[in-house]
């Protein structure tokens, strides 16, 4: 069961663009909503989050949204740099981190 | 530095035989979680354990069995392993011992399984 899908695999854009990653959930009972980065041969970190009581925010150049009558969330990286190249996981949780579930993730690279 | 220990880093074994992936969380963290990456996947939740109980399972096949100790270190054991297990599995923990709740878990660096 996908509770949570990224269904872009990859993207690229251009150092000092914007760059969107996409997610949908299917499960209304999410609470929480999660970014994490993976770089090869590390384990994912975390990146920013938001609760299902807000529809924004923000932490520096990362801002995540939420729409949770489309059941959809966004990251919105501005402006992306090299070292932002990195796959990107989208997670959603109940409450107190229970059952924690994870996108497929999307390769982002952005290029100087 | 994630504070999630995973041991060990790789291991090669052939089909039919047993492993045991072992998991040390951050200092104080109670819930451990368990995810198995195959090649280009995404991150498939296998089980949570709180406080050395089960709390949430997920796609976890019956040959798969994990268990979290009195001292809160994990251990998941894949027994019968086919081809089709070797993956990248990881740990996570998070805090739930009194300190603000942030929604976040901790990887370790995962423990990468071939079977051949």
């Known amino acids: 069961d996908q509770q949570v899908k990224q269904n872009s695999p990859s993207l690229s854009v251009q150092e000092g663009r914007i760059s969107i990653l996409n997610c949908d959930y299917t499960n209304s009972m999410f609470d929480y909503f999660l970014w994490y980065k993976k770089y090869p041969a590390e384990g994912p970190t975390f990146l920013i989050s938001?609760?299902?009581?807000?529809d924004k925010n923000e932490d520096g150049r990362f801002t995540v949204f939420l729409n949770k009558s489309a059941k959809h969330l966004s990251l919105h990286i501005v402006p992306s740099q090299p070292g932002d190249s990195a796959v990107y996981f989208c997670a959603a949780s109940g409450d107190n981190n229970n059952d924690m579930r994870f996108g497929a993730g999307t390769r982002l690279t952005v290029k100087p | 530095d994630s504070g999630v220990t995973q041991t060990p880093k790789h291991l090669i074994t052939a089909t039919g035989q047993r492993v045991t992936l072992r998991c040390s969380p951050r200092?104080?963290?109670?819930?451990v979680y368990w995810y198995q990456q195959s090649l280009d996947q995404g991150l498939q939740f296998l089980i949570q354990y709180y406080n050395g109980e089960e709390r949430a399972k997920g796609n976890i096949l019956e040959r798969f069995s994990a268990q979290q100790f009195p001292d809160l270190h994990s251990e998941l054991n894949l027994s019968s392993l086919e081809l089709g297990d070797s993956a990248l599995y990881f740990c996570a923990s998070s805090g739930h011992s009194g300190g603000a709740y942030t929604g976040e878990l901790f990887f370790g660096e995962g423990s990468r399984l071939t079977v051949l």
């Open positions: 200092s104080g963290d109670l819930s």
């Open positions: 938001i609760s299902s009581i807000k």
